[in-house]
């Protein structure tokens, strides 16, 4: 039996799919792997593949929708659903013939209960009319009053039913949000079924990572599921601390620590790297003079030369590199950075191979998102996925200096935004568009590099707003989609606090203000807060969001 691997695309995705692919070709299950980045490619690929195929893996799109009622599969299909977005559709959740949903056992759902959603169609006007025995007729209309009293109690029931249903319904749809890393489910599958390998436990790793990178899980949630892997990683690589048995050099180790929130800062050059991260960026308001400044002052204080700062990494003096992460946090603590330490892993092989897991999550998102050659969407999604495996280190590195030039782009739209106020405040939440001709617009028109500017964005406006009120609103952001269509791409992403529990409402509030204005809108991301919008609708779009959310 082949099986229809439908992979979205995000790098947990592809993490997943990669593990799933060592465990198909542990067993030789034979499959077909069909990437897809919206609910248009799903369907396509179903309706292409569904005479050929009975057996359905679905990784990171498919369980927040009815499945069976937008693909109408036959009855003999059967559908695995691997994804980390919640809430989950009910009808998947309590689907037991046709919808496998690979969750962690752990992992609280929050589900309805079945009978406050679902109840048997009664037959309501069953027994009525069966009774006219020939008793006497006053007994007769007494027993139809009953009746009719009956009905119309049962009838009540069911509205007051129908009206908790709906009211039920709400509030588990209501917010949008993410459970664990689908690929660290695959990896919990492998490890029950004892095939787990370090690869897969690093694949494991980059998932997780990428939800981090993301922002789509919280702080918490992080530090938990650092904690499962941490145990999986010294089961597998604890024989290099012992002389006698280590292992050769080519073979690869996962290694756990404390390492600084600097993006790709060992592939770049320090001075680029804390220009260019969101969190250093935006604590020291880089984009004023004022901030520019503050840096040089903070690079005084850690008595680095300019000199080796700003050449690469790799090139800096041994010297100064032993003890550069303590000198950083050092300085980073008198600046105000106080979470400039992350726990993280990092992999190495051979002699000057190591990389950080947010390296190659940087890399592998870059690649898919590749918009410099025009070409099939297929050939950045199969360049992304063949990234992961240790062989292929030519297009990991063309994925870092691609993830550089994405992160200096970001970096750059940030600043002007903010330099020239384009952050505008709607009421109740924050609006700001890229109009066409902006440098670097293009790399914005892909769903993962919108959601990252937006969240860098997000945070550097609160950083450097005197309003108090605005620090806590959520952020719309929209960039030109295609322009012969003339479409925008819009996302909106929850406030940027401390406490934030990363729950997103913009899936629900957009369809309804698109619904009540009769916007021409596509909902075609698995994520339901980003949405495809025709730009002469954009104006009545927003003013309907603005009311709805007063």
Known sequence: QRVLLLVASDVDALCA??????????????YTLVPVSGWQELETAFLEHKDQFKYFVLINCGANVDLLEILQPEEDTFFFICDSHRPINVVNVYNDTQI?????QDDDL?????DDIFRDEEDEEEDSENESDGSEPSEKRRRFEEDVIERTMKRRQRREWEARRREILFDYEQYEYHGT???MVMFDLAWIMSKDLNDMLWWAIVGLTDQWVQDKI???????????????VSRHNHRNEDEDNSLSIDCMRIAFEYDLRLALYQHWSLYESLCNTSYTSASFKLWSVQGQKRLQEFLADMGLPLKQVKQKFNSMDMSLKENLREMIEESANKFGMKDLRVQTFSIHFGF?????????VYATASLMENVEKEGPETTNFIKALDSLSRGNLDKLHQGLDLAKKQLRAIQQTVASCICTNLVISQGPFLYCSLIEGTPDVKLFSKPVSLCLLSKYLL???VCSTKNKRCKLLPLVMAAPMDVEQGTVIMVGIPPETESSDKKNFFGRAFEKAADSTNSRTLHNHFDMSIIELKTEDRSKFLDALISLLS
Do not use: E, W
């Open 17 to 30: 799919c990669k593990i799933l692919q060592a465990l198909f070709q542990c067993d030789h299950v034979q």
């Open 100 to 104: 496998k949903l690979l969750v962690k």
């Open 110 to 114: 929050d589900v309805p209960a079945y």
């Open 181 to 183: 890393s689908s690929a």
């Open 218 to 232: 919280t702080q918490m949630k992080y530090v938990t599921d650092i904690g499962i892997l941490q145990r999986h």
């Open 352 to 360: 000057k191979n190591k990389f950080s897991a947010s390296d190659i």
């Open 459 to 461: 945070k550097s406006f």
